[in-house]
C-alpha cells in the first residue's frame, strides 16, 4: 500500500488530499479544499494577486481539516509545481518543503495537466481501462488531446534509479509497478510505463476561459460554464415541449455560431472566434435595439454551449478513430458539464460507434474535474518509481 499527501495549489482552489493505491485502486482517504469561487466572483475573473494570498491565509486552515495526525501516516509529499499561477504555485511549494522536512517525508513534484489526465484513475481500477486512451482535458487555462498508451519491460526488468524522467508538454512517460489484471484484458502482468503523447492543445482561449468571457458578456457570473449550462438548460427544455431537441446533433433554435474545426487532420483547438461571434451578435442587437431579454439570453448561452461541445465530442471521436483507442476519456473542469457528457454518448450512439467495444470515461464524481489535490496524488504515485 502506497499513501501520499498531494497539495494542489496552481489556480484559485487551495485543495490537500491523502490518496492511497493498493496495486490496482486508488482510494482518497481524505480530501478537502477551500473554494475560492466567491472571493473572484465580483471581479468575474481569477485575480492573480488575490488568488495567492487567500492560498497563503486559508492553506493551514485545510491542514487542520485534513488533521495533523495524519500526515504522520503518509509516505510522501506530492504538489503541483506546473502550470499554473506563479503566485499561487509557490505558496503550495513552500508548504510542501516545510511539511517534508517537519515530518521527515520525500519531496515529489506533479505536472498539473497529468493530474487532469489520471484523475480518470480515482476510485477506479487501473486494470477496468483499456489502453489506447484518448483524453481530453478540458478547463479555464487549457484545453488539449493526450493519447496515453502502455510500453511494456521485460517481466522484472525496473528503470534504473539514475534514469532520467522526460518531462515536457509533448511527451511523459511513467513507470508503474507490476499490476495484477483480473480481466486479462491488458497484458498488464509485465512491467509497463503509461506513454502519453500530446496530439492537440488550444491556440488560443481554453474552452473554460472563454465560457467565463460569454458569461460576462451576457450579464452572468463567474465561473461561467455553470451559469451558461443552466441557461442554456432553460431553453433546451423550451425546445423539448415543441419536440426540436434530441441527445445528438444540436437543433438550430434561429441563433447560429460556425463551429471551429481548424484543419481536417488537426487535433487543435481555437474558441476564440466562438467568443467573438457572440460579441458581435450582442452589437448587432444593440444596433438595431433589440432588447436582450431572459429568453434571448438563454437562446445564445444554449447555442453557443452546442457549439462549443460539438467541437470537443468531434475531436476526440476524430481522435478515438485515428489511433484505434479502446477508451476514451474527458476530465478537467469542463468535464463537469452534463451537456458534453450526453453530447457526447448520443454522438456515440447516433453514428452506432458502441458496436465498435470501447468506453466513454469521465471522473467518477464532479470534485475530481475540477483542481484538486486527489488528481495530484494518484499522478505522483503513478510516476513514482520504487512502488512494490
Known amino acids: 500500500m502506497i499513501k501520499t499527501l498531494a497539495i494542489e495549489t496552481s489556480c484559485d482552489d487551495t485543495s490537500i488530499g491523502i490518496i492511497s493505491f493498493d496495486g490496482d485502486r486508488f482510494e ?8 475560492q469561487v466567491a472571493d473572484h466572483q465580483k471581479y468575474g475573473w481569477v485575480m492573480p494577486e488575490i488568488a495567492s494570498r487567500l492560498h ?42 516545510t511539511l517534508a522536512s517537519w515530518y521527515d517525508k520525500s519531496l515529489y513534484e506533479v505536472n498539473h495537466i497529468h493530474g487532469h489526465i489520471f484523475s480518470l484513475f480515482l476510485e477506479r481500477k487501473i486494470s477496468e481501462f483499456e489502453f489506447p486512451m484518448v483524453v481530453l482535458t478540458a478547463s479555464w487555462g487549457h484545453n488539449d488531446l493526450y493519447l496515453v498508451s502502455l510500453d511494456s519491460r521485460p517481466n522484472g526488468q ?13 511527451k511523459f512517460a511513467m513507470d508503474c509497478h507490476p499490476i495484477r489484471s483480473t480481466q486479462g484484458r491488458n497484458d498488464l502482468e509485465k512491467h509497463t510505463r503509461f506513454h502519453i503523447e500530446h496530439l492537440g492543445k488550444t491556440l488560443d482561449d481554453a474552452a473554460g476561459e472563454c465560457f467565463d468571457k460569454v458569461s460576462r458578456m451576457l450579464g452572468g457570473p463567474y465561473p461561467g460554464w455553470v451559469w451558461i449550462g443552466e441557461m442554456a438548460l432553460k431553453h433546451k427544455k423550451h425546445l423539448e415541449e415543441f419536440g426540436f431537441c434530441n441527445k445528438c446533433e444540436p437543433v438550430s433554435s434561429g441563433i447560429s455560431f460556425k463551429r471551429i474545426f481548424l484543419a481536417k487532420e488537426s487535433f487543435d483547438f481555437s474558441f476564440s472566434w466562438m467568443k467573438s461571434q457572440v460579441s458581435i451578435l450582442l452589437k448587432q442587437l444593440e444596433e438595431r435595439k433589440v432588447t436582450l431579454t431572459e429568453d ?3 437562446e445564445i448561452a444554449y447555442e453557443f454551449q452546442e457549439a462549443v461541445v460539438e467541437v470537443l465530442a468531434k475531436k476526440l471521436l476524430r481522435a478515438w478513430a485515428k489511433y484505434e483507442a479502446k477508451t476514451l476519456g474527458i476530465s478537467g473542469g469542463v468535464s463537469a458539464n452534463d451537456r458534453l457528457w450526453e453530447y457526447g454518448n448520443g454522438l456515440i450512439k447516433h453514428k452506432n ?6 468506453n ?9 474535474s475540477t483542481d484538486n489535490a486527489a488528481m495530484i496524488g494518484v499522478a505522483w504515485i503513478l510516476q513514482q518509481q520504487q512502488m512494490l
Open 353 to 358: 460507434y458502441k458496436s465498435l467495444n470501447f
Open 158 to 170: 525496473s528503470r534504473n534509479d539514475n534514469e532520467e524522467i522526460q518531462i515536457d508538454q509533448q
Open 360 to 368: 466513454l470515461v469521465k471522473p467518477t464524481k464532479k470534485v475530481y
Open 28 to 35: 482518497v482517504e481524505k480530501l478537502l479544499a477551500y473554494s
Open 296 to 298: 434571448l439570453i438563454c
Open 56 to 97: 497563503s491565509e486559508k492553506i493551514i486552515w485545510v491542514l487542520d481539516a485534513v488533521g495533523w495526525g495524519n500526515i504522520e501516516n503518509i509516505d510522501n509529499i506530492s504538489v503541483t509545481t506546473h502550470p499554473g499561477l506563479p503566485g499561487s504555485l509557490v505558496v503550495g511549494k513552500a508548504v510542501w518543503a
